[in-house]
């Protein structure tokens, strides 16, 4: 079993940054990808970033040059460096770990996740 806890929500000012974590308990990160997602009530949850076993990462279009994700294996942690937020970006933010290490493996394969971490863009 993964267990995931993202934490580094806030409020923030159009054009401000936020950095999110997702830390791993129970058991290591390092063979995992991790994916950040975000959701907005009433819409589906899309994928923002992933990031591989290897460090190999994707990006959503909306947020290319913008977002940046990380990760620190020997922390069991993923991060992901928000810059120049825009109101869109408003969601809750969450990570998940799908049961293949892959970030193409579709949502429905997703079987870890966190609480999710409000973000909110506002001036």
């Known amino acids: 079993q993964l267990r995931l806890a993202e934490s580094g929500g806030g409020l923030v000012q159009p054009g401000g940054s936020l950095r999110l974590s997702c830390a791993a308990s129970v058991a290591r990160l390092t063979y995992y990808a991790v994916a950040w997602f975000r959701q907005v009530p009433g819409q589906e949850r899309e994928v923002v970033s992933c990031i591989n076993h290897r460090g190999g990462a994707t990006y959503a279009d909306s947020v290319k040059g913008r977002f940046t994700i990380s990760r620190d294996n020997d922390k069991d942690s993923v991060y992901l460096q928000m810059n120049n937020l825009q109101p869109e970006d408003t969601a809750v933010y969450y990570c998940?770990?799908?049961?293949?290490?892959?970030?193409?493996?579709?949502?429905?394969?997703?079987?870890?996740w966190g609480q999710g971490t409000q973000v909110t863009v506002s001036p």
């Open positions: 998940g770990a799908p049961v293949a290490s892959n970030c193409r493996a579709p949502l429905s394969e997703y079987r870890y």
